[in-house]
């Protein structure tokens, strides 16, 4: 994927932390309940974040617990 930014910022400091072995690190788990997709980046072993989720049903996109950003725990 290419971005491009236009800012007074040096690249030195945006792309500071950026190395390629770390995109290859991210683990991701799709997971389907009660017909919600809910896309989840794996922190840990029991520990993930919610990064999209999609369901058909409108009232669940206002579940506060289904929001991206959302930390999980996995049993």
Not at 30 to 46: A, C, F
Request: no cysteine; proline share 5%; net charge negative.
């Amino acid at each position: 994927m290419m971005s491009i930014y236009y800012t007074i910022v040096p690249p030195e400091y945006l792309f500071a932390n950026f190395n390629e072995d770390s995109l290859d690190q991210v683990k991701y788990i799709e997971i389907w309940k009660n017909d919600i997709y809910l896309k989840v980046k794996k922190l840990d072993d029991s520990n993930g974040q919610i990064i999209y989720m999609y369901s058909y049903n409108i009232f669940d996109y206002l579940n506060p617990y289904l929001h991206p950003g959302t930390l999980l725990k996995f049993k």
